[in-house]
């Protein structure tokens, strides 16, 4: 099978062909929106981070920033900074630029303020935006497809449905030799000897266990029961009880097939298969890492009804909840019955063609709306 | 007539509801290869869950054919099986004391 993208240098495959308008740091982010809002066709990053955190912390956002320009999906990048943030825009740009797109910055307290830098940040992307509309799709093998699967705001027909089917769809894409990458560690809690079985290598196995026990002492640490936090209040009235019985649900959603690899937040998987991502559960901080990673599509797995995309990257929202389905037509692109002869791996198929289908050009609800502007990147540390 | 529960593996002592239940209802299931007439004790909402056997205070609750919590009360076959009647076993920083 096959889908339409936009061939990019280092032979990657773009699904969408947006200029990519990235704040360095929290205290750019008003500037970066108002120049997003002067051109069709760009997006912008906003996020919390970039400075008086700990250096952890900021080779995460550089880490994080620099992959993010990366993901396929952008035709070039325009960086907006302060000034005067711990992590230097410079060196992003030029992580950035080494993915062979053109790269610029404005930085405000050298532009001469918000108006100035509005002003320059414009023009520039306006100059790539023109450049970038002139790129053409071409077909390509779905092996090309690098797919990211989520699943939020839970409720016991996303274990049961919505993500066995994301799961079926995954293993489609890996045994036609394409790319899956899963996380949300939180959610591997209760279900880590599962995965386990399925790692590639010792050392892989060693890798998940390590995540998983970090995430578990991050938690432990603050000297209470998570449940409440996971699963969250929702899940519990969805009819999930712990963390253990979610996490056994959501595992599903990364399908069968052997985990080839375990990266770091912010990282970017080498090579094709099916990679863990160290992540949060939390929708803006999953997000951002999984098109960090250079997911061209999220298939997104909800009961409830979560209702975010991201800027980059399309987002389509699955669910095997009938009443979510009918109650939230803004919001929810599939609605995947249990029962009826459909078996999860028609399920499977069925949301793959979706994925093909959105990878070609077909948008999403969350981009119609536009709904997902605040993604975030996560922090293991203090703000100081 | 539709579906009213899924047990999901074999090994499993709860069930998960595909519609809501009323207390009183009675549910013919076959539970391990045995037919069982199950009686529910209580209303169980839609995606929320039943047991299917007597369970002891401090036992695990199974679910998938995995361990998803451990009882805090006697649950007898029908009850609901939620917050109320079964702990997690991790992520407990309230039993391990916190920061070290």
Redesign the interface.
């Known amino acids: 099978m096959s889908f339409l993208g936009y061939p990019r240098p280092e032979g990657l495959v773009g699904v969408r062909n947006h200029i990519g308008v990235i704040s360095t740091v929290g205290c750019a982010n008003d500037v970066t929106l108002w120049i997003t809002e002067q051109v069709k066709g760009c997006a912008s990053f906003l996020h919390g981070q970039g400075c008086t955190q700990t250096q952890p912390d900021l080779d995460q956002v550089t880490r994080t920033l620099i992959s993010l320009g990366w993901n396929p999906n952008l035709a070039g990048v325009l960086l907006v900074s302060l000034g005067c943030e711990s992590v230097s825009v410079d060196k992003i740009a030029e992580g950035i630029a080494a993915s062979g797109k053109p790269v610029d910055k404005v930085v405000i307290q050298e532009s001469g303020g918000a108006t100035a830098a509005v002003d320059q940040g414009t023009r520039i992307v306006k100059a790539m935006t023109l450049e970038a509309s002139r790129m053409k799709r071409e077909e390509f093998p779905d092996s090309e497809l690098v797919l990211g699967v989520k699943c939020g705001a839970s ?3 996303s ?2 449905v919505s993500n066995p089917a994301t799961g079926a769809a995954c293993d489609l894409l890996i045994d036609s030799g394409g790319t899956c990458i899963f996380g949300e560690t939180t959610e591997f ?3 880590e000897h ?1 995965l386990t079985k399925r790692a590639a290598t010792p050392e892989v196995a060693r890798k998940i266990m390590e995540i998983v026990s970090r995430m ?1 002492q991050r ?9 409440g936090g ?1 699963p969250t209040v929702g899940n ?1 009235t ?2 999930l ?5 979610k996490s ?2 959501a595992i599903a959603k990364g399908g069968t097939r052997p985990i080839k690899a375990v990266y770091e937040y912010g990282e970017r998987p080498q090579g094709k298969g099916l990679f863990i991502v160290d992540t949060p559960g939390r929708e803006p901080e999953f997000l951002t890492a999984v098109a960090a990673a250079g997911a061209q599509v999220i298939i997104f797995s909800t ?1 409830l009804g979560a209702p975010q995309g991201f800027p980059f990257v399309p987002v389509i929202k699955v669910t095997g ?1 009938p ?1 979510t389905y009918n109650r939230l037509p803004d919001h929810l692109d599939m609605f995947i019955e ?2 009826n002869g459909n078996g999860i791996a028609k399920m499977g198929q069925a949301l793959y063609q979706e994925a093909l289908a959105v990878a070609s050009g077909k948008q999403t609800k969350a981009e119609i709306s536009g709904y997902g502007n605040f993604p975030n990147i996560f922090t293991i540390g203090p703000v100081i | 007539m539709k579906q009213k529960v899924v047990i999901l593996n074999h090994k499993d002592n709860v069930a998960t509801t595909l519609t809501s239940l009323k207390a009183g209802d009675s549910l013919k299931l076959e539970v391990n290869g045995h037919k069982k007439v199950i009686k529910l004790g209580a209303d169980v909402p839609f995606g929320h869950k039943l047991s299917l056997a007597r369970i002891e205070p401090n036992s695990p609750v199974v679910k998938y054919g995995e361990v998803i919590g451990i009882s805090t009360a006697l649950i007898e076959p029908g009850d609901y099986v939620h917050v109320h009647n079964i702990a997690s076993a991790r992520g407990r920083g309230d039993l391990e004391g916190g920061e070290k």
């Open positions: 409720d016991t027909t274990g049961l809690i209760g279900a599962v578990e938690v432990t640490a603050m000297g209470v029961d998570m449940r996971q519990i969805g009819g009880s712990t963390i253990e019985e056994l649900g009961g909840n009443n249990l029962g």
